[in-house]
Structures are given as structure tokens and as C-alpha cells.
């Protein structure tokens, strides 16, 4: 898990403006994710990239968007139509064949935060 | 979509007891299970995971069992360490390319 990195570390947004969380792996993962985390709720899926050039909403998608130009990266931002923005955002990577394929490799998180 | 149940919220025990975690799931097509431990504000980091071919999987103090028939696994820690103190997630996928769906977790505190 130590090739996924996520910058920055902490985030602070304004109302009405928009950020880009960085989601960057070097394991040369196919599949990337996005999780948010609140206190009590586990680990909700944003949105998924099996390949590049393509991705899927995933449960909580409204409010957010993505991108998956490299296999490297796959950045996520938080628009202004996601009224409650504060939240721990993991981001993880996985193989999507060979032996241990389904296993996810997390990032060290950013935490966002509201001004 | 699948649905997991994660049990209980919080679990105390004294160091050297053992710990059960109990997950349930609703996707009978599921056939991956993973178990990931989060220490305050890290990342989770996968612990053992097991597929739908077996029943069982130890490593160490950790031990996994699947019970397919009535979709339940659960995590057993046995003698338990200060530093088994942190939040266990289950999860439960129908493999690769699938998405992981996530119990709600388990916040594990072990009294020295």
C-alpha cells in the first residue's frame, strides 16, 4: 500500500468552491477508487476505474466527479453541489486479474474540511 | 446491490482474551471477504481475507471462518495486545472486478 499517495493530507474548502483531492499509484494497478469516511459509516464508494479513459458512480456519486487520463491517476473533486463536503476521502487501487486480484490497497487519506 | 452487517460497533476486552468480530451478508454470488484494521486517522490496511472455496484462514492470532450457507464470516483475535486496539472493517465483493462493499465497523479496545 505504500505506492498510493493522496495529497494533500488536509483540505480546506470554501462555500461554492470547488477542490480536487490527488489520487496517484505506482503499483500499476488497473482499478482505482474513491471511499468517503464519516465517523459511524464505514467506507462509502464515490466512484471506480476498472480501465482508463473510463469509470462508474459509485453509492454517494452526486457532488463529486472524476477523471482517469493515466493509469496512474485518478484524481477526484468536490463541486459545490455537495453540500456536506467534510469527510476523511480514502483512495485505493487493485490488480483486476491473476491471483489476489480483488484485494484494495489504500491510500493515507485526505481530510476535508469546511470553512 | 449486497448489503453488510457489521456486529458488534464496539467490543472491550482485557489484554489476552479474544475478540469476535461477526459480519453478515446479503449477495449470495459473493465469493471474496476481506478484513481490514484502521488505527486512528490511517489508512486500512488489509489483515486476512477470505475467498468462498474455504471455510477457514489463520495467520498468527487472526483466523477467519466463512459460513457460505448462512452468509455470515467473522474475525477472531485470540490473545489479544494493547496495539489490537483500532476499528476492524468487514467487507464482501463477488470478486475481482466488482466493488467491495463495507460493514460499518467495529471499534476494538484491548485494556491492558
Known amino acids: 500500500d505504500g505506492g498510493i499517495t493522496q495529497s494533500p493530507k488536509y483540505l480546506f474548502r470554501k462555500e461554492g468552491q470547488n477542490v480536487t483531492l490527488s489520487c496517484e499509484q505506482n503499483l500499476n494497478h488497473d482499478a482505482m477508487y474513491w471511499y468517503r469516511q464519516d465517523p459511524g459509516q464505514g467506507l462509502r464508494l464515490i466512484y471506480y476505474s476498472q480501465i482508463v479513459n473510463d469509470f462508474q458512480k459509485g453509492d454517494i456519486a452526486e457532488g463529486y466527479s472524476v477523471s482517469r487520463e493515466k493509469k496512474e491517476s485518478f484524481p477526484l473533486t468536490v463541486t459545490s453541489a455537495q453540500k456536506n463536503p467534510t469527510a476523511f476521502y480514502l483512495c485505493?487501487?487493485?490488480?483486476?486479474?491473476?491471483?489476489?486480484?480483488?484485494?484494495?490497497?489504500f491510500g493515507p487519506g485526505t481530510r476535508l474540511l469546511v470553512l | 446491490g449486497e448489503n453488510v452487517e457489521q456486529h458488534p460497533s464496539t467490543l472491550s476486552v482485557q489484554e489476552g482474551d479474544s475478540a469476535v468480530i461477526k459480519c453478515t451478508y446479503s449477495?449470495?454470488?459473493?465469493?471474496?471477504f476481506p478484513w481490514y484494521k484502521q488505527e486512528l486517522g490511517k489508512r486500512p490496511q488489509l489483515i486476512i481475507d477470505?475467498?468462498?472455496?474455504?471455510g477457514e484462514k489463520k495467520d498468527q492470532r487472526i483466523a477467519v471462518t466463512l459460513n457460505k450457507t448462512a452468509k455470515h464470516f467473522s474475525l477472531h483475535i485470540t490473545e489479544t495486545q494493547p496495539e489490537d486496539s483500532a476499528v476492524y472493517f468487514c467487507a464482501a465483493s463477488r470478486g475481482s472486478n466488482y466493488k467491495l462493499t463495507f460493514g460499518k465497523g467495529t471499534l476494538l479496545t484491548v485494556n491492558p
Open positions: 485505493a487501487s487493485s490488480s483486476t486479474a491473476g491471483t489476489g486480484a480483488e484485494t484494495q490497497y
Open positions: 477470505i475467498r468462498s472455496n474455504v
Open positions: 449477495d449470495s454470488a459473493s465469493n471474496y
